[in-house]
């Protein structure tokens, strides 16, 4: 039993190596100048001016939900593609509904003004 988990450990055990090797020889040999903007905390480029805990509009997490429904939409169309021809009528006439589907909710979604952003 041990030996079907043997090149699995093997692998696991080249890799640490490799990673602590690479990390050491990254502190002994590259270059330690300390610096306090290096030391600061900062997000997006510039410093932090107000509270990480602030409200953000729901704008925000409108677009950011609407980003994930037509990103994960794109995914279905890749093993659709792959299968295009075993699937015959029946699947491109689903891919069609589903498509269009999908285009209706993206005009619904423009026309309220869902994707400008001010």
Known sequence: MLEQYLPILI????????A??????????????????????????FEAFEDARMKFDVRYYLVAILFIIFDLEIAFLFPW????????????????IFLGILIVGFIYEWKKGALEWE
Request: proline share 6%; hydrophobic share 55%.
């Open 11 to 18: 692998f696991m055990a080249i890799g640490l190596t490799i």
């Open 20 to 45: 602590v090797v690479a990390m050491a020889m990254g502190a002994m040999i590259g270059p330690h100048r300390p610096d306090k903007a290096k030391g600061a905390p900062y997000e997006c480029g």
């Open 81 to 96: 593609a792959i299968v295009l021809d075993k699937i015959g009528l029946f699947g491109i006439t689903a891919m069609v």
